[in-house]
């Protein structure tokens, strides 16, 4: 199953009247260095669909690579860099909490896992 997508979750919670703040950052400053590591962006969410004031929204951000082997390559690429923290480092007083998952499709599961 080597043309199995693999999908890169990002959840971010913002402190209270970030979230628009956040995504504009991320889109300005994040995005195109994960484009050059080889994601594609497939969606951002935002929820509650309103831009809070003073609570958190909880930000989505959905990324796609074209296979497992692209996403190592993506991890490759992204761990040494230390852009990246100092990215999230100046951004931390947007953010509450955030988290990153990967996952495929449910049934390319067993293909991917056959290693």
């Not at 970030?18 to 300005?28: E, G, R, S, V």
Request: proline share 7%.
């Amino acid at each position: 199953m080597a043309d199995s997508r693999v999908f890169v979750i990002d959840r971010v919670v913002t402190k209270p009247g970030c979230a628009k703040t956040f995504i504009d950052a991320y889109l300005a400053e994040y995005a195109p260095g994960a484009r050059t590591r080889g994601m594609t962006l497939c969606d951002i969410l935002v929820s509650p669909p309103i831009w809070l004031e003073d609570q958190s929204n909880t930000v989505t951000i959905t990324w796609t690579l074209p296979s497992p082997r692209a996403w190592w390559e993506m991890t490759w690429k992204g761990r040494p860099d230390p852009a990246l923290g100092e990215w999230w480092s100046r951004i931390g007083e947007l953010v509450a909490e955030r988290s990153r998952s990967v996952a495929t499709a449910s049934d390319d599961v067993d293909g991917l896992s056959d290693v």
